[in-house]
């Protein structure tokens, strides 16, 4: 058994009031740093040697923003599955044994589970 918070569906449900929006801001900030990746890879090669740019301290900024908000994330019992999509996990118990409710950003309440080990491929209706 993990030492995790343990979820059930209600409170899963009414926790994604707080995780939708730092899901939003962190989904923004991702997409920030991909569009500017040509623009910034360059710049931060030379940084490394002279003290920066205005660029690069930008995306640092950025990477430490999103941290906080992972951080902030985790620290409600949420495990954040994968970044790229705003997935993430609860730990809830189904018929005695521990498994994820799992919610994906777009998603308007939980409604999907799946066993602790299968992961995204083997969701299931609730």
Known sequence: M?????????????????????????LKIRQEILDAQPEIW???????????????NLVEQQFKRLDEL??????????????NIGLVDFLSMRDGREIYLCWQYGEEEIRYWHEIDSGFAGRELL
């Open 2 to 26: 993990s030492t995790g918070r343990v979820f059930t569906i209600q409170e899963a449900d009414a926790a994604l009031s707080v995780i939708r929006p730092l899901l939003a801001e962190m």
């Open 42 to 56: 360059p710049v931060v090669e030379k940084a490394a040697g002279n003290g920066g740019s205005k660029a690069a």
């Open 70 to 83: 992972i951080h902030q994330l985790q620290s409600s019992g949420v495990i954040l599955k994968d970044i």
